[in-house]
Nanobody, 128 residues
Framework: EAHMVESGGGSVQPGDSLSLSCAAS????????MGWFRQTPGKEREFVAG??????????ADFVKGRFTVSRYNANGKITLSLKMNNLKPEDTAVYYC???????????????????WGQGTQVTVSS
């Protein structure tokens, strides 16, 4: 049975840092990519960052390059995906979702349809 559980959201001030984690299990043998998306009310879910599970190649949306870092740890059939967010801005406020996908399209693996497993989402609020 597939499980994806996120943790680490919260409320911070502009300029602060925050880390998110996602634990995936039960289906990880078919996972080639994992990523983070975010969504605000009334807007479509957008790609934030992704990583090839085997090679650890990272991909980022332009608006987080240099501020966010994605990483993964594989062990015993489980994958832990992390997102370290530095210099947070009010516009980073959103619900962040962890996602996993069955294939890698290189730097183009950014579409919602590239991912077929999703976490429940965790709220990140950046406000002074």
């Amino acid at each position: 049975e597939a499980h994806m559980v996120e943790s680490g959201g919260g409320s911070v001030q502009p300029g602060d840092s925050l880390s998110l984690s996602c634990a995936a299990s039960g289906f990880t043998s078919s996972v080639y990519v994992m990523g983070w998306f975010r969504q605000t009310p009334g807007k479509e879910r957008e790609f934030v960052a992704g990583i090839n599970v085997a090679s650890a190649i990272e991909i980022y949306a332009d608006f987080v390059k240099g501020r966010f870092t994605v990483s993964r740890y594989n062990a015993n059939g489980k994958i832990t995906l992390s997102l370290k967010m530095n210099n947070l801005k009010p516009e980073d406020t959103a619900v962040y979702y962890c996602a996993a996908g069955p294939y890698w399209r290189g730097y183009y693996t950014t579409a919602l349809t590239d991912y077929n497993h999703w976490g429940q989402g965790t709220q990140v609020t950046v406000s002074s």
